[in-house]
Nanobody
């Protein structure tokens, strides 16, 4: 059973930086595809970033490209999302997700790909 626990959210001002973390248990991060999604009040959950099993490939939503970075630390079995130049529109609950399947027809940006989800963590950016 894979478990994901997010940490590091909070309240920051526009233009600030923040790092959110996702501690993975039950599988190594090198054997799973991980992603971050977010959901703002009144909106649907949306893709933010994903990282391949090896960590060699990363994928980003256009809205965060160049500002956010996803990476993983195998020694800590943790996936991170570094968020820079934060904007009020980045305010949302951020969810960590993991895909352990050996084969899938879903793309990295599709939430249906990910069978395991964290509980979510609030990130609030004030203007």
């Amino acid at each position: 059973q894979v478990q994901l626990v997010e940490s590091g959210g909070g309240l920051v001002q526009a233009g600030a930086s923040l790092r959110v973390s996702c501690l993975v248990s039950g599988r190594t991060v090198s054997s799973t595809v991980q992603a971050w999604f977010r959901q703002a009040p009144g909106k649907e959950r949306e893709f933010v970033a994903a990282i391949s099993r090896s960590g060699g490939s990363t994928y980003y939503a256009d809205s965060v490209k160049g500002r956010f970075t996803i990476f993983k630390d195998g020694a800590k079995n943790t996936v991170y999302l570094d968020m820079n130049s934060l904007k009020p529109e980045d305010t949302a609950v951020y969810y960590c997700a993991a895909d352990t399947s050996s084969y899938t027809t879903y793309g990295y940006t599709d939430s249906s790909r990910y069978a395991y989800w964290g509980q979510g963590i609030q990130v609030t950016v004030s203007s």
